[in-house]
Antibody, heavy 116, light 109 residues
Framework: EVQLVESGGGLVQPGGSLRLSCAAS????????MSWVRQAPGKGLEWVAN????????YYVDSVKGRFTISRDNAKNSLYLQMNSLRAEDTAVYYC?????????WGQGTLVTVSS | QPVLTQSSSASASLGSSVKLTCTLSSGHSSYIIAWHQQQPGKAPRYLMKLEGSGSYNKGSGVPDRFSGSSSGADRYLTISNLQSEDEADYYC???????FGGGTKLTVL
């Protein structure tokens, strides 16, 4: 069964940086688009970013453009999200997800809290 | 970019059936969507992919009680023989994963 395990969350001050990682296993990672999706406390799901199989195409929600960078290392079966200039409104659980047209597998999530 | 509209809440009795709706905005009625379930305190879980034709493909281990259907711009998730564990938030998502509906909170009475 597909496994997606996120790590790297934590407490960070406004303006700070954090790098999330997602370790993928039990599927051919390099064959799939991948996504990051977040969920603020008590709120719904919000798409953050998508990346193509070879990393050649990347898409972001407007609110994170210029601050977040999605990347992947197919040799390490890993997905990343570099988050810079963090704001209080970025506080959320961040989920890694595997896509086949739509999302078909979710990780368990990692909590990012932006607060002074 | 399409907009997905869901009712904020729904309720039904244990053992009964419920039909949740996700409506695609004008000009996007042919879009494939997915349904996801999020039980309290847990990560979302993929339930199924649903086409405009009404054809659907369920995820691994999703019970037969869950089914999908379509009519025009509306995409439906029907849960039969409701169980207590079906009490959850249900989200729809567009095919490119860039848009989610606001979610429907299902209460099992």
């Amino acid at each position: 069964e597909v496994q997606l395990v996120e790590s790297g969350g934590g407490l960070v001050q406004p303006g700070g940086s954090l790098r999330l990682s997602c370790a993928a296993s039990e599927f051919t990672f390099s064959s799939y688009w991948m996504s990051w999706v977040r969920q603020a406390p008590g709120k719904g799901l919000e798409w953050v970013a998508n990346i193509k199989q070879d990393g050649s195409e990347k898409y972001y929600v407007d609110s994170v453009k210029g601050r977040f960078t999605i990347s992947r290392d197919n040799a390490k079966n890993s997905l990343y999200l570099q988050m810079n200039s963090l704001r209080a409104e970025d506080t959320a659980v961040y989920y890694c997800a595997m896509r086949v047209t739509t999302i078909e597998w979710w990780g368990q999530g990692t909590l990012v809290t932006v607060s002074s | 970019q399409p907009v997905l509209t869901q009712s904020s809440s729904a309720s039904a009795s244990l053992g009964s059936s419920v039909k949740l709706t996700c409506t695609l905005s004008s000009g996007h009625s042919s879009y494939i969507i997915a349904w996801h379930q999020q039980q309290p305190g847990k990560a979302p879980r993929y339930l199924m992919k649903l086409e405009g034709s009404g054809s659907y493909n369920k995820g691994s281990g999703v019970p037969d009680r869950f089914s999908g259907s379509s009519s025009g711009a509306d995409r439906y998730l029907t849960i039969s023989n409701l169980q207590s564990e079906d009490e959850a938030d249900y989200y729809c998502e567009t095919w490119d994963s860039k848009v989610f509906g606001g979610g429907t909170k299902l209460t099992v009475l």
